[in-house]
DNA sequence: TATAAATTTGACAAATTATGTCAAAATACA
DNA sequence: TGTATTTTGACATAATTTGTCAAATTTATA
């Protein structure tokens, strides 16, 4: 189960660039690029756009990711999680089926 | 379905409280407290804990609502919001399997 | 080995978002 | 009406996020 980090380096990785190429085309430093793909930082969502462009691969692939990677990390240290994760869904699922209502 | 603040609201007019009084106990402005209880904002941890004393409910389930609140507020107006959510009950669950290692 | 490239670390700064106060406006109702 | 309650919005403060920078560490290779 890869998180988004892994995922970015490997994809980094793959074709042999080194952190300061990629994060140059985000155009931030590459300490931060560095803790993004080791799971210290969380990348913002314009970044993740710009990787799925970078890495051509699909965005929404990676934004789902990046996604529910933010949502692990705020339920994350609790005990109850799985069962918000499960009412949050409900209530997605609720608020789609009366959308816009 | 209710959200946490229709059910803080139900809380306190079953008891016929003012804001005021519940805000005084909370240690807020009751301006925030209606906020609140409209959705407009987003209670702390730890008023929610507050509250759950305040008004002899489990903890746990206003919690449960608080943290579901969150996610929600957190995927809102994404498309992808459904995959994300999955994914992360996926990864809370794989997480919960390999606990520590 | 040595040295150059790449990565990681941590202290700090800047920007953004969250949380709160306050007073005035709006609403409910005796 | 007048009084209590609630809502609104401008603004201040606090906390968190996002970033830079330089030094330390690790990795690769001449």
């Known amino acids: 189960m890869d998180s ?6 490997k994809l980094r990785e793959d074709k ?5 190429t990629v994060a140059a085309f985000l155009d931030i430093d590459q300490a931060i690029l560095s ?3 080791r799971g ?8 993740v756009v710009k990787l799925a462009e970078y890495f051509k691969v699909k965005e929404n692939d990676l934004l789902v990711a990046w996604l529910s990677d933010k949502l692990v990390y705020e339920v994350e ?8 994760l499960q009412l ?3 209530k997605v ?8 209502k």
């Not at 210290?40 to 970044?47: A, F, G, I, S």
Request: hydrophobic letters at 30%; zero cysteines.
């Open 40 to 47: 210290q930082r969380k990348p913002t969502r314009e970044q």
């Open 4 to 9: 988004l980090g892994d995922t970015i380096r």
């Open 93 to 100: 699922k609720y608020m789609a089926k009366n959308k816009g």
């Open 16 to 20: 042999e660039l080194p952190l300061r």
């Open 77 to 84: 240290d609790e005990d109850m999680a799985l069962k918000a």
């Open 88 to 90: 949050a869904e409900e």
């Open 35 to 37: 803790k993004i793909e």
